[in-house]
């Protein structure tokens, strides 16, 4: 506005007049924004309580899920069995198929370890699950069928070819294998890196071997067929299978959803963690910077924020894919280069097969320990009463059991723990020797980042290799006393300790080297290692049972006669051993050799097989302790095992 002199004139602003209007307007505002803010946020103490209970409650869910798939993972390990073995009660299937079937079964269940361990590394366990909920399914209805058609063509029925049978089982083997590898790996993953790592491993591991006898009592005592006059009869193949493929299909579909490994992302980075602090990762593609990888260029950046924090995630999931893919990989080359894994699993591989081969040719091995039947006499009848295989198998699966349980125990209670974790090596150089990727010390990082108090390395201590030394030796023992002779003519009496020795042996070492796996190595490739090691029983095995039916056809055939440099050598072995037994009845010494149908009879049948036994399980002891104490060795490097 203007004057009428042409000089400009502010004009009168109407305010408000009232009590308040001396204020300033700042300070009404601040005033008001303070007021607003104060009742639209809680009091700090409210966020912190608010935001304790979120983080509490993610916990619980997630303790809850770890035990939840411990349960479902020991469920799946106590059902998870290959039927072949049932059809041996079947008096009347042919032992050609049996066999064929049975071995069948057992390459299709242990060769394809290694592929399947690699597969629930990277994918996890609900994929294995799923993969074995329908090859259970499908190979024993498939199996079911083809038994109730009747004998094979090839052996003069008419029912389906014996090759139907033969696929039925490749797929029940593979459906066994990875639902066991899916169930054993994510105990490990989920408690391998706590104090609880032995049990966790020994439980599953211990209902696997229980699964045939339980499954096996089940089809004698509920699915068998009925005689004529009423009475029970052979076990009903058919029910039985159809059994099997329901139960097993249910337990992987379910284990789909309920096997789930837990904070396997913190368990990747503080993996990643060790191995760049060590400096032996600095060559590595994965921490080469790489152009645009994550990231956005400008000429592409997105037009929202929404869109934005979208391709950021996606960039974060794709780089922890590709770290995590990285360092299995960079775990499984450093797993196979390192000299003293193939002690281990050449420890294994001798123990395990003799131990395989004593259980697989128990009823044969029983057969020799008595004298011919055309040379039996009620005399000796009455003084050498018989005894069952089905007996001395419940033994070994009891003794076997017994021993993973406690092998698992005494490791958590016993065994070493880890110490505040030690500075890891800082040089910026490779060694030379990828062997040493040892001295990570990847048994601190197995177990987790909280360090363990300087007071729990003082209490009393058994390392792991003590305990499988130790386990490894009984078994030895249950193969001396055996090819001794002491047990010839006296099965009844004395053979049940060599089970129950073998079988505590076989079970614990069973038990003990994946736990000794997870300490040594970790448990992040924890699949793909115990894959690896776990081919060595079918090999193990394979080798020892054609050394023993060598063996046995050689003696019964009449060709090893008393008197050569081998026999010698075996009396003078045994009389050391009955010596020290306190064994010196004359009648214990003597045995019977006879051609009877291609059987044998007699100390000779078995003699040389358990010796060779014994020396092999010695040299398995002798490569454990060298891995273990030897030059370059665990302890040298300071992994607590």
């Known amino acids: 506005m203007s004057t009428g002199h042409g000089q400009p004139t502010i004009a009168k602003l109407d305010y408000p007049e009232d009590d308040d209007a001396d204020t300033p307007l700042l300070q009404r505002r601040h005033g008001d924004e303070e007021e607003g803010a104060s009742s639209a946020q809680p009091p700090f103490w409210e966020q912190v309580a608010e935001e304790l209970r979120e983080r509490d409650n993610r916990n619980l869910k997630r303790e809850a899920m770890r035990y939840v798939s411990f349960f479902w993972a020991v469920v799946c390990t106590y059902v998870a069995f290959s039927g072949a073995k049932v ?26 370890v290694p592929l399947f361990g690699l597969l629930v590394d990277r994918r996890g366990p609900p994929p294995l699950a799923l993969i074995a909920a329908f090859l259970f399914g499908a ?48 105990c490990a993953k989920n408690f391998g890196r706590g104090k609880h790592k032995g049990i966790a491993l020994a439980l599953p591991i211990a209902c696997f071997g229980l699964s045939g006898m339980w499954q096996s009592q089940v089809g004698a005592n509920l699915l068998y067929e009925q005689n004529p006059d009423g009475s029970r009869g052979d076990v009903d193949v058919f029910r039985y299978f159809i059994f099997l493929g329901a139960l097993l299909f249910t337990s992987g579909f379910i284990g789909m959803f309920l096997l789930k490994i837990v904070d396997e992302e913190t368990m990747i980075d503080e993996a990643v963690e060790s191995l760049e602090a060590s400096g032996l990762i600095e060559d590595s593609a994965f921490f080469h910077p790489q152009q645009d990888y994550g990231t956005v260029p400008d000429n592409r950046r997105p037009s929202t924020a929404e869109r934005a924090a979208w391709i950021a995630r996606k960039a974060r999931k794709a780089n922890e894919r590709r770290k995590k893919s990285w360092l299995l990989n960079e775990e499984t080359r450093r797993f196979l280069q390192d000299p003293t894994m193939w002690f281990l699993s050449a420890g294994f591989f001798l123990v395990t097969g003799t131990g395989e081969t004593f259980i697989n040719n128990l009823g044969t091995i029983i057969g020799t320990l008595y004298p011919p039947p055309s040379q039996m006499t009620d005399t000796m009848a009455q003084q050498m009463p018989a005894t069952s295989p089905a007996t001395h198998v419940s033994i070994v699966a009891i003794a076997s059991t017994i021993a993973r349980i406690a092998s698992g125990t005494l490791s958590d209670i016993l065994g070493p723990r880890p110490i505040a974790p030690r500075q890891h090596h800082t040089s910026r150089q490779r060694p030379a020797s990828l062997s040493s990727v040892s001295s990570l010390d990847p048994l601190a990082r197995s177990t987790g980042s909280l360090p363990v108090s300087q007071t729990a390395t003082r209490r009393f201590q058994i390392s792991r290799m003590t305990l499988l030394v130790s386990a490894t030796l009984l078994l030895s023992l249950g193969q001396v006393l055996l090819a001794s002779g002491i047990v010839q003519n006296h099965a009844a009496g004395r053979f049940w300790s060599i089970s129950a020795l073998i079988g ?40 020892w049972g054609i050394v023993y039916a060598w063996v046995y056809e050689w003696a019964a055939s009449g060709v090893g006669k008393p008197g050569g440099w081998d026999s010698k050598l075996g009396s003078w072995l045994d009389e050391g051993v009955r010596i020290g037994m306190g064994v010196v009845e004359g009648g214990d010494k003597e045995y019977v050799q006879s051609r009877n149908g291609g059987k044998c009879y007699g100390h000779k049948c078995y003699e040389s097989t358990f010796w060779g036994m014994a020396v092999a399980t010695w040299i398995a002891v002798a490569l454990w302790l060298w891995a273990w104490r030897g030059p370059n060795g665990w302890r040298e490097k300071g992994v607590r095992v």
């Open 87 to 112: 059809l041996r009660i079947e008096g009347d299937a042919d032992k050609h198929t049996i066999n064929i079937v049975s071995i069948t079964a057992e390459l299709a269940m242990y060769l394809p």
């Open 139 to 186: 190979g024993y209805i498939l199996a079911a069928f083809t038994y109730n058609a009747g004998p094979p063509m090839e052996h003069g029925g008419d029912g389906w070819p014996l090759a139907v049978m033969v696929v039925a089982f490749i797929g029940v083997g593979t459906g066994t294998s990875c639902l066991y590898l899916a169930a054993v790996t994510t």
């Open 504 to 543: 505590t042996g076989y079970g614990a070492a069973f038990a003990l080297v994946p736990i000794i796996i997870s300490c040594v190595w970790g448990v992040e490739n924890f699949g793909t290692n115990w894959g690896i090691v776990a081919t060595a029983p079918a090999f193990g095995s394979a080798v």
